[in-house]
């Protein structure tokens, strides 16, 4: 069989058994995470443009918080787009990959469509990010040279949760990954230079995922050995050649994401920790006089800059958000508004940070994301902390308690607290929910 026939019998192969508890539970950790990010996320100009310039025309589907009905496709894609928009949304470490925000959004739309029930959308989501991770492994660190993943291989992700809620056979679910392939997009240079665009590579991912999976189910189909191919998506977007696919279901990957704890790239977030335990330890932003940031290429290449001046760039830099952690005391929302981003005390700091490769660090990512912080106050003397990991890793998990914190600061002020209440618990009891229509977006 192909990559695309292997992935789609292992999916339907699943549904003859109930998910697993840890399984259950990791994929209703990621729902409650995602709508952290998307309610902060539909506020931001990217999100909101993209909404009034589509004008969505009414249909089965809803926009996230709003509830306005729309059509399955625009659901997708402007969600898609909102929960990727504030930086907040999980990460599947190994891979480069921000699966939830396109996956979710593809099953949300479509779930709405078919009234599905909680437990069919957990498995979907479940799916969803299995295939999305595995083939973000399969193409590795070569395909984000260039690619940015959650835009390409995120398509794969939203097309197979998509296909899932439909119940595709093997064959149309295969032709729904066939067809993904080759609407994916997305490329690096969006974020590398000034642009808001990066956010819509997670809308369309979530939109042209849904529409394979559509097509397919309409009989649609795609080359089947559009991955390995020799003009194919490994190929074509990382030089792989024979492309497999392995470890399907062990573990499942929705019980491995990172769940975001600062609203930025994360590739700051070691360093932003290091910071953090820093200033936790005594170290006062107003006594330093220098800060040398190492860890891997990726971060110095990704979030290099040294002069931000919009919350986009200021995500998108180690300079800023460690200067702002230490200031702050916190590197969410509240960094990234117009007073923060003015504030001569961060300014002050950039001013006297520098970031280098560290070579032993670099060897150690993408399985690991470290970041060493040294801080000189203005006695001279020297401080330091070296980050292995990031909360939020699976190997440093944000607990339950920790990830509801997380959505009770970000999604109340947007939509009010009786209001995220109810969505919250809706959200945690998602296994015994009835129809997904029921919850109180809107």
Known sequence: MTVVEQLAAFAVAQ?????????????VRAVVDWASAIVPGAATQAARGLAEALDPPPGPARLIPSGRATDVRTAALVNGTAAHAAELDDIYRDAFYHPGAPTIAAAFAVAD???????????????????????????????????????????????????????????????????????????????RSPSTGKPLHSGHAAEAGVTAALAAEQGLTGALDVLEGPAGFGVATAAVTGLAVTRLGDPFCVTAATVKNHACCGHTFAAIDAALELRAAGVRSEDVAGIEIETYRTATEVAGRTDPHDPGEARFSLAYTVAAALVLGSVRLRAFETEALRDPAIRALMARTTARVDPELDKLAPGRRAARVRITDRRGIPYERLRLTRKGDPDDPLTDKELRAKFDELVPAFIGGSRAEAIASALWSLPSLSRVSELAWG
């Open 15 to 27: 549904r003859a058994t109930p998910l697993a508890p840890d399984v259950r539970h990791g994929a």
């Open 113 to 191: 469509r078919l009234d599905a029930c909680g437990e069919d959308f957990l498995r979907a989501v479940t799916i969803g990010y299995e295939i999305g991770a595995r083939i973000a492994l399969a193409v590795g660190p070569a395909h984000y040279r260039n690619w940015h993943t959650t835009g390409t291989v995120g398509t794969f992700g939203a097309a197979a949760a998509a296909a899932e809620l439909l119940r595709l056979d093997a064959a149309r679910f295969a032709g729904a990954l066939s067809l993904a392939a080759t609407m994916t997009a997305g490329l690096q240079q969006t974020f």
